[in-house]
């Protein structure tokens, strides 16, 4: 299993459309999850920490199942400011520590 | 809002080049991070630094790349003789107490090895 491994999308929808995003993570060790919005050509920006079984956050939902190694995100009434590529991130503490970075998956979201 | 500031934000460098990225971290952090994103591929990690010193670093990082602090403010990348396959998005990132808290990136310096 790859370190960090995403749906490979592109994800394309209407306005209002809920869309969900997963991802696997290979590291049992793993304690906290991230998910980072990227815009194109722009930095990561952090969008939602998951440290237990799930956050919500307006929108937008993370849930986090241990057992199954699995991630998701879900983003519930798409807005057109939500097209972006949306990050899966997994912390690993060996030695100094790093974030690895899913490849991402793109979401458009069409008027 | 403090933020992660880069320059240059775009370079461009023939091959066999120094380069010499910058980063101002935010003041109080204590962990910095550089990071690469080639066009169209994932975000990967290069190099974490904290207390003056490597505290871990990627494949990626071999000799042609440094990273120093020579004040206590700067923070910078040198890749010693640039490659064509150097051409990426360089992200420096900062954070108060590592991976326990929010890792702030800045907006990225592109480099283009021509």
């Known amino acids: 299993r790859k370190e960090v491994e995403q749906d490979p999308g592109p994800f394309n929808v209407p306005e209002g459309a809920t869309v969900a995003f997963n991802c696997t993570y290979s590291n049992s060790a793993s304690q906290s999850f991230f998910w980072y919005r990227q815009d194109c050509r722009k930095e990561p920006k952090l969008l939602m920490s998951?440290?237990?079984s799930g956050n919500e956050d307006g929108r937008f939902t993370a849930q986090l199942n241990r057992a199954s190694q699995y991630i998701s995100l879900l983003i519930r009434d798409s807005k057109l400011s939500d097209s972006a590529t949306y990050l899966c991130v997994v912390p690993f503490y060996n030695q100094g520590g790093k974030l690895i970075f899913g490849q991402g998956t793109e979401l458009s979201v069409k008027p | 809002e403090p933020e992660v500031t880069q320059t240059p934000s775009h370079q461009v460098t023939q091959m066999g080049q120094e380069v010499i990225l910058r980063c101002v971290p935010i003041?109080?952090?204590?962990?910095f991070y550089w990071y690469r994103q080639i066009l169209g591929q994932k975000v990967e990690f290069l190099v974490s630094f904290y207390n003056n010193e490597i505290s871990e670093k990627s494949e990626i990082f071999d000799d042609q790349f440094s990273v120093e602090r020579p004040d206590g403010s700067n923070f910078t990348l040198k890749i010693r003789s640039t490659k064509l396959e150097d051409s990426a998005m360089y992200f420096c990132a900062s954070s108060p107490s590592g991976l326990k808290d929010t890792i702030y990136f800045g907006e990225g310096s592109w480099l283009t090895v021509v």
């Open positions: 998951v440290y237990s």
């Open positions: 003041s109080n952090h204590l962990y």
